[in-house]
């Protein structure tokens, strides 16, 4: 080893080495310590401890799982509420003894909790400086707070309740296993319809174990598609034991759940948050059962009942239209069909009598009227005045001479006469003076 750069050389019977470094001359952070130039192991130690002294105490609420009191010092393991992961405490006997509800396995408390780190062995361990316990009165407070914190987000709006099947295909239930609950719930569904059909999930309902599982469930049957309903059950218990069933994490997971949820948590004056959240909110794992399945009995006496109110109905009109139509053929002119048409007839044969009779008149009477016109037509034609003796002159180019002035001398006239016409020359042309010849 003599002469090997980087290996310190221990002499025997000395507590350090040969040739080790004064400390100021050792890298100044852990990034920079290499194999050649390390950290002794005390150093890191003590580093360790003075960066967690420097840590400030926190307070911390969780639940009690094991307590093993001893002499001076005594040890707690503290379980998340909610999530799985569990915490070694120390505490010292004068803390316990400031205790005034002394501690037990299942207790919630709240701990001011300081990490503390052991140079000699190297082990960290969170030391309790306080402890108190969380009482009835805070629980229904923190409770109460939370409800009306949730309630003003919306989340109890009755509108955004989902309606639960009439019948549903297949229940999803979440329980303990072997509770009672479970067999409220599959016996008095089964009593009513007794093809109801489960898909069960055992949980933990109460403890730190059960607010994850619950919900992991409440996932699994929720993704489900044959599920159509799932119920969470669970039997009567302290205010304590019912904790996870308030517990904020799952009630907004059940809000966000698709499928339709009903709460059926102890008794009928127990009232979690989870009740609030659920679509409905049964009073016992009875009722939920009463609530989730039609009545077999009450639906068969319901169809019978149904079905006979239909019969009387369907009887009632058959009778009614039997009598109408009884009411028909006793009519005379359903026994006698032939006398609408007899009656018809002879209205008919008058009608047509009328008619000709009307017609004939009109057609005599328009006769008259035609020779009457006829006759006035002829008297005031022009050939009835050349009938009396009268003739129309006319010159050569057709026009009809209505004064000697239009003539001269030598002019050929047409002469036209009641029967035949004649030509003539113009030899003398009379003023219009009177005379014996002249025409009154």
């Given at each position: 080893m003599e002469g090997v750069p980087g290996v310190a050389q221990r002499i025997s019977g000395t507590p350090g080495t040969l040739g080790q470094k004064p400390i100021e001359e050792l890298p100044r952070k852990a990034a920079e310590t290499t194999p050649d130039n390390p950290w002794p192991l005390s150093l890191l130690s003590r580093n360790i401890k003075s960066y967690i002294d420097r840590m400030s105490a926190v307070w911390i609420e969780a639940q009690v799982i094991e307590f093993n009191r001893r002499g001076k010092a005594s040890y707690l393991t503290l379980r998340d509420t909610d999530e799985e992961m569990s915490l070694p405490v120390q505490v010292f006997s004068n803390v316990l003894d400031r205790v005034e509800t002394p501690l037990s396995e299942g207790s919630r408390v709240v701990v001011n909790v300081k990490a503390d780190f052991w140079l000699k062995a190297g082990r960290m361990m969170m030391r309790a400086n306080d402890i108190r316990p969380v009482g009835l009165g805070e629980l229904l407070a923190r409770l109460e707070k939370l409800r009306r914190t949730l309630a003003e987000e919306g989340l109890f709006d009755p509108d955004l309740k989902q309606p639960l099947p009439f019948l549903p295909n297949r229940i999803g239930l979440i329980t303990g296993r072997n509770s009672d609950a479970e067999k409220d719930v599959v016996r008095n569904a089964h009593l009513r319809w007794p093809a109801a059909e489960f898909e069960i999930r055992n949980t933990a309902v109460q403890g730190p174990d059960a607010v994850p599982q619950v919900r992991a469930a409440l996932a699994e049957l929720d993704a489900d598609p044959a599920v159509d309903v799932i119920v969470i059950a669970r039997g009567g218990g302290s205010l304590e034991d019912l904790l996870p069933f308030s517990n904020e994490s799952l009630i907004r997971a059940v809000f966000a759940a698709r499928t339709p949820v009903v709460s059926a948590i102890g008794h009928e004056a127990d009232r979690p948050i989870l009740d609030d959240v659920a679509d409905l909110?049964?009073?016992?794992?009875?009722?939920?059962?009463?609530?989730?399945?039609?009545?077999?009995?009450?639906?068969?006496?319901?169809?019978?009942?149904?079905?006979?109110?239909?019969?009387?109905?369907?009887?009632?009109?058959l009778r009614s239209e039997q009598a109408g139509l009884d009411s028909v053929r006793s009519r005379p002119v359903m026994a006698q069909p032939m006398t609408m048409v007899s009656a018809r007839e002879e209205e008919l044969t008058a009608l047509i009598t009328r008619a000709r009779q009307a017609q004939r008149s009109a057609l005599t009477h328009g006769a008259a009227q035609v020779e009457h016109l006829r006759a006035q037509v002829r008297a005031l034609s022009p050939l009835s005045t050349l009938e009396r003796g009268y003739a129309v002159v006319q010159t050569a180019d057709g026009s009809a001479v209505r004064d000697a002035a239009e003539l001269s001398t030598g002019d050929g006239v047409h002469v036209r006469l009641a029967r035949g016409r004649f030509d003539a020359d113009v030899t003398t042309i009379h003023?219009?003076?009177?005379?014996?010849?002249?025409?009154?």
């Amino acid at each position: 080893m003599e002469g090997v750069p980087g290996v310190a050389q221990r002499i025997s019977g000395t507590p350090g080495t040969l040739g080790q470094k004064p400390i100021e001359e050792l890298p100044r952070k852990a990034a920079e310590t290499t194999p050649d130039n390390p950290w002794p192991l005390s150093l890191l130690s003590r580093n360790i401890k003075s960066y967690i002294d420097r840590m400030s105490a926190v307070w911390i609420e969780a639940q009690v799982i094991e307590f093993n009191r001893r002499g001076k010092a005594s040890y707690l393991t503290l379980r998340d509420t909610d999530e799985e992961m569990s915490l070694p405490v120390q505490v010292f006997s004068n803390v316990l003894d400031r205790v005034e509800t002394p501690l037990s396995e299942g207790s919630r408390v709240v701990v001011n909790v300081k990490a503390d780190f052991w140079l000699k062995a190297g082990r960290m361990m969170m030391r309790a400086n306080d402890i108190r316990p969380v009482g009835l009165g805070e629980l229904l407070a923190r409770l109460e707070k939370l409800r009306r914190t949730l309630a003003e987000e919306g989340l109890f709006d009755p509108d955004l309740k989902q309606p639960l099947p009439f019948l549903p295909n297949r229940i999803g239930l979440i329980t303990g296993r072997n509770s009672d609950a479970e067999k409220d719930v599959v016996r008095n569904a089964h009593l009513r319809w007794p093809a109801a059909e489960f898909e069960i999930r055992n949980t933990a309902v109460q403890g730190p174990d059960a607010v994850p599982q619950v919900r992991a469930a409440l996932a699994e049957l929720d993704a489900d598609p044959a599920v159509d309903v799932i119920v969470i059950a669970r039997g009567g218990g302290s205010l304590e034991d019912l904790l996870p069933f308030s517990n904020e994490s799952l009630i907004r997971a059940v809000f966000a759940a698709r499928t339709p949820v009903v709460s059926a948590i102890g008794h009928e004056a127990d009232r979690p948050i989870l009740d609030d959240v659920a679509d409905l909110r049964a009073s016992t794992p009875t009722d939920a059962a009463k609530r989730l399945v039609p009545d077999i009995h009450e639906e068969r006496m319901d169809l019978l009942q149904a079905r006979a109110s239909l019969d009387g109905a369907l009887d009632r009109l058959l009778r009614s239209e039997q009598a109408g139509l009884d009411s028909v053929r006793s009519r005379p002119v359903m026994a006698q069909p032939m006398t609408m048409v007899s009656a018809r007839e002879e209205e008919l044969t008058a009608l047509i009598t009328r008619a000709r009779q009307a017609q004939r008149s009109a057609l005599t009477h328009g006769a008259a009227q035609v020779e009457h016109l006829r006759a006035q037509v002829r008297a005031l034609s022009p050939l009835s005045t050349l009938e009396r003796g009268y003739a129309v002159v006319q010159t050569a180019d057709g026009s009809a001479v209505r004064d000697a002035a239009e003539l001269s001398t030598g002019d050929g006239v047409h002469v036209r006469l009641a029967r035949g016409r004649f030509d003539a020359d113009v030899t003398t042309i009379h003023a219009d003076a009177p005379g014996p010849d002249t025409l009154d």
